[in-house]
């Protein structure tokens, strides 16, 4: 087994790539996000990289008016907020990521339970450039 396809660093290579990526204990059958080389429910070392489908349900939210620098750098501020949520995975895990195809000005009309999808958002240009996990309301 090669711990490094269980990094973070392997995580963003296949977001890059469009994929959404977690790992499985053959053991046990769980998924788990972050990535681990060790189940932490059963501790075997018995895992495997497999794609997920990215469908999910939104299970908390928050509408972001102080923007970390990443997302002011996209655009994001004060005037125009963000929605940064939870959404836990049809496979089981849950995981963070920017929530679009909201009305973050209406932040009561963003409701917890939606389903959603994966997306894959780029930002920065050449060798800055990176893809980060967002969802689709
Ligand atoms: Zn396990």
């Given amino acids: 087994m090669n711990d490094l396809m269980f990094t973070h660093a392997a995580f963003n290579q296949a977001l890059a790539e469009k994929k959404l990526i977690g790992s499985k204990c ?10 681990k080389p060790v189940c932490p429910d059963c501790h075997s070392d018995k895992m495997e990289i497999i794609n997920l489908s990215g469908k999910g349900k939104l299970s908390a939210f928050s509408v972001i008016y102080i923007a970390p620098t990443a997302m002011i750098q996209a655009g994001y501020d004060r005037k125009n907020p963000y929605c940064a949520g939870v959404v836990q995975l049809e496979e089981g895990p849950s995981i963070c990521g920017q929530i679009l ?29 990176k893809t980060f996990l967002g969802f689709q309301v």
């Fill in 26 to 35: 053959r053991n046990c059958g769980k998924i788990h996000l972050p990535l």
């Fill in 101 to 129: 195809g909201v009305d973050v000005l209406r932040p009561e009309t963003i409701q917890v339970g939606s389903q959603v999808n994966a997306t894959f958002i780029e930002r920065g240009e050449g060798e800055a450039k």
